[in-house]
């Protein structure tokens, strides 16, 4: 007797807990409501530089076309990859982030856009991304940018359907950077900045890609050593290795290049056999400890003090995400590795790249902070 | 309705449990099945439930061979009604007796009305209708043996084949229940049972089956049968036959 | 032992207060969420389904409650529904109290499917078609070994059922070892941690047939499933083939406990907490047990998941939420005392 009014009870418990849930919410909403009404007016009025467009038909890089609305104000990025690449062109019109800032990004941007809510990874996997919430925001569009998966059409048209927000794929690699900022400057009505954007990309890697001729056989053999005990390294010819494969000369050559972001397991032995000019370590290892071993100081780049940490801040500058940050990575490796090849200073490119991309004037200390193991120290 | 066994054997590999076992029980007869642990008495219920298939011989009830049957056919002509165990679960008295009903319904289908009346009568008939409610688990060993007898009723088997039945119940339970099955084989149910007793076999059964490795030993009436060449070969013990009330009653005293 | 009166509930009343409770938390689901529709708008749009109703709301209301919430809310009553059903369904045929849905190994062979998928292709489909087709393989495979053990069948299967699963829940280590830990490896542990967030309506269409297929002959043979919980000998001299019975009924059960895990990932405890307290509500006997754990289930998921859905702006895996309720509600069920059941 006394269980079966304990199972009752528990059932309404369950009911009724929920319902004082609901009452709790209540003002809440009540708080909300009229904040999406009035989306749409707030839009309108500031910041239109542009003049007015009309609704228009996007093709998207995987030949979805999309209705997209003439004057865009609200957009959210899918991934990391395009929210860092969105960040740069219109800041503002972010609502939602997918993935937080790292808390270093704390004194490089607005604190406006560093405390943007954050709604997770949209696309990919079934997501932890609450789709309501998603609606609440109500961007006009959904972005995503990076290397097609190939279901990527179909799951976009899903989402499209489901939630009744335009989505958008762009292709985007290291080099094509100039036309997806001229692509998203049309997309959002920014043609402009879109344009100005692409021309810097352009004149960095091309600049970067005359260093490397100019180098030519000189170039560094060099290891990319990441993990907490930095025995993982980017295999060369692997995705992530990219920029390492376009920069240096990358000794790691495996059988089987790991397509992870974590790149290819290795053991001390084979680090020695490679035994490289110069070493560069993830931001995540922890250089002090590391350099001081007997088995890491047997590598002549480490007893010879030729290796370098990369700088992160707001990301790492090599890639993880590879978004367009890397273009970070194609100022300062050439600065830190060849620098009787490099005209330029590091510090003023980089702050040039943190006032066209974060919006933030990067400051010499910050700068120092950032770079602090970053450039070889003789 | 009558049960016949003939030449029944069967062997699991080279071991042979029973050999060319025949004999027929009758309308309103209790056969008192006799023999030592693993002569092959739970192998020739399970032989004639249709549990095991691999038996040489038949079994005919009214004529008909068990082996062609279904076994729904042969659930609504015989009902098997085990020692009172424990189920995983514990069901109401009710619900219990009611599932003896499984072979009139449709497998997609509850018990109907009928099947409900039929319960509740086989519950009045057995005396024990005040626990219809209470659960199965939590009564008494008699009272659950009661509950499965009656569950073999509303089956509406006319053939009954009980594994020591009272194994296991105190004395009052042993007598309770013995009553009732023997005031069922006097409606007209065939009753076969196990026993380890055979005081209490000849006080109750009207036919005696005595099994001794694999073998019949001896069959026939109670009088004829039991006495102490039979417990001899049966059981190796010796014991001296004490008759009581005009010889319905027999008890037998071990040598001391 | 007190012989207090007992007077419960009948049958009935219960299940017609479970009903009841289940349409109002229905009711409830739909008012619930991040995306604020009040009950003005909601009863707007329900109606302007049937009759013309000038529309006095925003696009955005309408689509999120056809296109996220309503299937949402009928996935999660489902899949309630259909992992009590099956934890209940598999209790009974293998006689044994503390058996869920994922004891012949249905829920570690669809982790294997659909960690598999996500390793070789990201496609949605894929991994809920991949996770379907190895849940049914792995149950498949237990009960062919289950059916060649020598001695008690059941005892095997369980045996079976569980080495089978350990199989296949290493292979899924492997895989997660394997999988690229910036996004497949993570997408891998969501699936498994169980979730129904951004349901597509396709989803539902895909699981909605084999849930039926699985659930209507449960309903129909529930009656049955109480004597097989007696044994297979004495279902048989009760008239009931119980080899051919209990392979129905597991088939079933697997059916749905697959098409449930194959949309939602895993979820855990439904299947073997809801059961138990419906036993404590209309007891053992299955024609009543079976609808009433059904209807208890879809309650419990569809309210959990409103949690799930509501707390936090971004979705609590529901998979979690099961096991932080479950595992309490388990402990007070072997610690307590009292009747068997």
């Known amino acids: ?86 960040f740069a062109i219109a800041p503002e019109m972010i609502v939602g982030l997918a993935s937080e800032w790292d808390s270093i990004a704390k004194d490089i941007l607005d604190a406006e856009y560093y405390n943007l809510p954050q709604i997770g990874h949209i696309y990919g996997g079934k997501g932890e991304v609450n789709l309501e919430e998603l609606a609440l925001l109500a961007p006009q569009l959904l972005i995503d940018i990076g290397e097609a998966k190939s279901s990527v059409a179909e799951d976009l048209d899903t989402l499209q359907e489901q939630t009744g927000i335009t989505c958008v794929h762009i292709e985007a690699t290291l080099e094509t950077m100039p036309q997806v900022y001229r692509k998203l400057g049309r997309l959002l009505g920014r043609e402009e900045r879109g344009e100005d954007l692409a021309e810097y990309c352009q004149r960095i890697y091309d600049r970067t890609m005359d260093i490397i001729n100019q180098v030519g056989d000189n170039r560094a053999d060099v290891l990319y050593c990441l993990g907490p005990e930095g025995l993982n390294v980017l295999a060369k010819d692997s995705y992530h290795a990219e920029l390492i494969d376009m920069l240096t000369n990358n000794v790691a050559v495996v059988d089987e290049p790991s397509s992870k972001g974590t790149g290819n397991e290795v053991d001390m032995e084979q680090l020695l056999l490679w035994n490289p000019d110069y070493i560069i370590f993830a931001p995540e290892v922890s250089l002090d400890s590391l350099v001081k071993e007997p088995s890491w100081q047997q590598m002549k780049a480490i007893s010879q003090g030729n290796y370098i940490k990369v700088p992160f801040g707001p990301f790492n500058w090599m890639g993880m995400p590879p978004s367009v940050q890397r273009y970070l990575g194609l100022i300062w490796l050439p600065a830190a590795l060849y620098p009787d090849y490099v005209d330029y200073d590091a510090y003023e490119e980089i702050a040039e790249y943190f006032r066209l991309f974060y919006h933030s004037e990067l400051s010499r200390e910050l700068f120092d902070e950032l770079t602090q193991n970053s450039f070889i120290q003789k | 309705m009558s049960i016949q066994v003939n030449n029944l054997s069967f062997s699991y590999g080279d071991n042979h449990v029973l050999k060319d076992v025949s004999f027929t029980a009758n309308d309103g007869e209790l056969m008192a099945v006799l023999g030592p642990n693993g002569v092959g008495k739970s192998t020739l219920f399970r032989c004639m439930l249709g549990l095991l298939r691999e038996y040489k011989g038949e079994t005919l009830i009214n004529g008909e061979s068990t082996r062609d049957m279904s076994a729904r056919e042969l659930a609504r002509r015989v009902a098997y009604i085990p020692q009172s165990h424990y189920p995983a679960f514990n069901y109401s008295v009710f619900d219990m007796v009611l599932m003896g009903t499984m072979a009139q319904v449709s497998s997609i289908s509850s018990p109907g009305k009928r099947q409900l009346d039929l319960a509740d009568k086989a519950l009045a008939r057995l005396k024990i209708s005040h626990l219809r409610n209470r659960g199965y688990t939590q009564i008494s060993g008699g009272e659950r043996q009661l509950t499965l007898i009656a569950r073999a009723l509303v089956q509406e088997a006319k053939v009954l084949i009980m594994d020591e039945p009272t194994s296991n119940l105190d004395y009052g339970n042993q007598l309770r229940v013995m009553a009732e099955i023997k005031s069922l084989a006097e409606e007209g149910y065939t009753i076969i049972e196990s026993t380890h007793s055979p005081d209490q076999a000849f006080m109750y059964a009207n036919r005696i089956l005595a099994i001794l490795d694999g073998q019949v030993l001896a069959l026939g009436s109670p009088r004829e049968t039991i006495n102490q060449e039979l417990i001899r070969k049966l059981y190796g013990v010796d014991v001296e036959i004490h008759s009581f009330k005009n010889d319905s009653i027999r008890i037998f005293v071990p040598d001391l | 032992m007190g012989m207090k009166k007992r007077k419960k509930l009948p049958y009935g009343t219960v299940v017609l207060i479970l009903f009841i409770l289940l349409v109002g938390a229905v009711i409830l ?313």
């Open chain 3, 29 to 341: 689901s739909f008012m619930l969420g991040r995306y604020p529709v009040p009950p003005r708008e909601l009863l707007g749009i329900l109606l302007s389904k049937v009759f013309t109703v000038e529309p006095f709301w925003n696009d955005t209301m309408e689509l999120v409650l056809f296109n996220i919430r309503l299937p949402r809310i009928l996935l999660a009553c489902l899949v309630g529904c259909c992992l009590s059903a099956a934890g209940t369904a598999y209790q009974g045929v293998l006689q044994n109290p503390m058996a869920a849905p994922d004891i012949l190994g249905a829920s570690s062979g669809a982790a294997f499917g659909a960690a598999l998928a996500i390793l070789f292709n990201r496609n949605s489909w894929t991994v809920i078609i991949s996770a379907f087709v190895f849940s049914l393989m792995t149950v498949a495979l237990v009960i062919f070994i289950g059916e060649r053990s020598r001695g008690k069948k059941v005892l095997g299967l369980i045996l079976s059922g569980i080495m089978i699963s350990s199989l296949f829940s290493a292979a899924t280590s492997f895989v997660k070892l394997v999988a690229d830990p910036s996004n497949q490896l993570p997408a891998i542990t969501y699936w498994l941690m169980g979730s129904l967030a951004g349901t597509k309506r396709g989803e539902l269409l895909f699981a909605v047939f084999p849930m039926a297929g699985g659930l209507i002959p449960l309903l129909l043979l529930r009656w049955r499933i109480n004597v097989l919980t007696l044994g297979d000998d004495e279902a048989r001299t009760m008239g009931v083939n119980a080899a051919a019975l209990r392979t129905i009924v597991i088939i079933c059960a697997t059916l749905v406990t697959a098409a449930s895990v194959s949309v939602s990932g895993m979820i855990g405890w439904v299947g073997l907490v809801i059961p138990h307290f419906a036993r404590r509500m209309v007891g053992n006997n299955y024609k009543h047990l079976m609808p009433a754990s059904m209807i208890l289930g879809a309650i419990f998921l569809l309210l959990v998941d409103n949690v799930s859905r509501n707390l936090l702006a971004m979705e609590i895996p529901i998979g979690i939420l099961t096991a932080f309720i479950g595992a309490p509600f388990f402990i007070y069920l072997i610690t307590r005392e009292g009747e068997r059941y």
């Open chain 1, 1 to 86: 007797m006394k269980n079966r009014i304990l199972a009752y009870t528990l059932a309404a418990l369950m009911i009724l807990s929920l319902l004082t849930g609901c009452a709790k919410e209540s003002p809440n909403e009540d708080a909300v409501a009229p904040d999406v009404s009035q989306v749409p007016a707030e839009s309108e009025a500031p910041g239109a530089t542009e003049p007015a467009r009309e609704d228009f038909v996007f093709t998207d890089d995987c030949g979805r076309q999309v209705e997209v609305q003439g004057e865009i104000s609200r957009i959210v990025p899918t991934g990391p990859i395009a929210q860092i690449a969105l």
